[in-house]
Structure formats: structure tokens, C-alpha cells
């Protein structure tokens, strides 16, 4: 009725494929929970603080929400850590679901490797002042980043 649709459910919604984005700030409040979620995103701070731009907080928030499930499948005890610190998957698991988990894997690396290449320009060493705070980043061993997030 006069062009209006409260609930979201109408007919003619994806006329406006811009009805579902999120806007900057949406996004920067994802990534920050993606960090406070995944002791290993803190790194990454510095990005979610301090970014104009919603490709790289998504990738902040996505990448929270992979190693969330990753942190599921170790307590249902679907993935373990063999002794060199790898994933491996429970022999038991579906080889369909396996293959999935893999791609989801490899897209946390992805998205690490993204976020560690523009994070030099997010951040910054100050001298420490009453005001600000020294911020720098340590680079972590490439081998296994997902078990990271535990």
C-alpha cells in the first residue's frame, strides 16, 4: 500500500537490490564483534578502527564467521590438530562436507593474506603519549592460521 513494505517481505523487493546492503557502520560494528569473538582477528584492529572501506571490515566479519565454525567443528570433535599443528578431518565426516570445510579453509587463508597486506597501511607507530598508544604488527607463521582463532 502506497509503495510501502515495513515488513520486508514483499512481492517487489528485489526490484531494489540495494534494500539489503549494510552500511559502513553496520559493517565496522561486525567486524568489531568478528575481533571480539576471535582472539586471532585482533590483529586486524587496527583495519576495523580505522577503515572507509566495506570490502575489507567484510572481509574482517567473514573471516570471524569462518573460524567460527571451524571453532565448532573442534568441539564437536569433527577436526582435530595432529602433532605438526595441522587440520585433519574426522574420517567419519561425510567427504562432501570435508570438501566444503577445505574451501572454507582455504578462504580464511585468503581473506588473512588480504587483510595482512593492507594492514601496514592501517597501522602506525607513535610515540606513546598520553593520548595514543604504540600499534604494530608481528607477523604470524603462515602454517595453519586457522587454528589461530582457538
Known amino acids: ?33 568478528a575481533i571480539e569473538k576471535n582472539p586471532a ?19 574482517i566479519s567473514d573471516t570471524g564467521k569462518a573460524l567460527g565454525v571451524f571453532d565448532e567443528l573442534l568441539k564437536e570433535r569433527d577436526i582435530y590438530e595432529d602433532h605438526t599443528g595441522n587440520i ?4 567419519a565426516m561425510d567427504i562432501f562436507k570435508v570438501e566444503s570445510y577445505r574451501i572454507l579453509e582455504s578462504i580464511v587463508i585468503s581473506n588473512e593474506k588480504i ?3 593492507i594492514l601496514p597501511s592501517y597501522t602506525t607507530t607513535q610515540s606513546p603519549t598520553a593520548n595514543s598508544s604504540s600499534t604494530s604488527h608481528t607477523p ?11
Do not use: V
Open 1 to 33: 500500500m502506497n509503495y510501502q513494505d515495513p515488513s520486508g517481505h514483499g512481492p517487489l523487493d528485489f526490484l531494489n537490490p540495494f534494500s539489503k546492503k549494510k552500511t559502513l557502520m553496520q559493517r565496522r560494528r561486525n567486524a568489531d564483534l
Open 41 to 59: 582477528l585482533k590483529r586486524y584492529k587496527s583495519i576495523a578502527d580505522g577503515s572507509e572501506k566495506k570490502e575489507e571490515l567484510k572481509t
Open 88 to 91: 585433519m578431518y574426522n574420517m
Open 115 to 117: 587483510l595482512d597486506n
Open 140 to 150: 604470524l607463521p603462515e602454517a595453519n592460521k586457522i587454528t589461530r582463532a582457538r
